[in-house]
Nanobody, 122 residues
Framework: QVQLAESGGGLVQAGGSLKLSCAASGRTFSSYVMGWFRQAPGKEREFVAI????????YYGDYVKGRFTISRDNAKNTVALQMNSLKPEDTAVYYCAGGGSYSFASSSYGYWGRGTQVTVSS
């Protein structure tokens, strides 16, 4: 069992940066694939980034490639999302998720944080 808690959200101007963190409890964190998803008002939850259990593999949604970077520290049970060159369309609640398979589908993740709000002003 893993419990996840996001932090680091906030209000930032377009072009700015934020770093989200996700702290995980449980001794099995290093065995989980970790992902970041986001959900804007009135829209479905969408995939943002994924990182394999070892950290060797990462993948990003087309709309954040080149701007966002996902990383993890298995010794500290944390996963991070560095967000640069933020755009107003990045405004959403960002969720950290843990799962057993390297998948872009939110249904593949059994563990979710409560989310952190990111608002990008124009």
């Amino acid at each position: 069992q893993v419990q996840l808690a996001e932090s680091g959200g906030g209000l930032v101007q377009a072009g700015g940066s934020l770093k989200l963190s996700c702290a995980a409890s449980g001794r099995t964190f290093s065995s989980y694939v970790m992902g970041w998803f986001r959900q804007a008002p009135g829209k479905e939850r969408e995939f943002v980034a994924i990182i394999s259990s070892s950290g060797a593999r990462t993948y990003y949604g087309d709309y954040v490639k080149g701007r966002f970077t996902i990383s993890r520290d298995n010794a500290k049970n944390t996963v991070a999302l560095q967000m640069n060159s933020l755009k107003p369309e990045d405004t959403a609640v960002y969720y950290c998720a843990g799962g057993g398979s390297y998948s872009f589908a939110s249904s593949s993740y059994g563990y979710w944080g409560r989310g952190t709000q990111v608002t990008v002003s124009s």
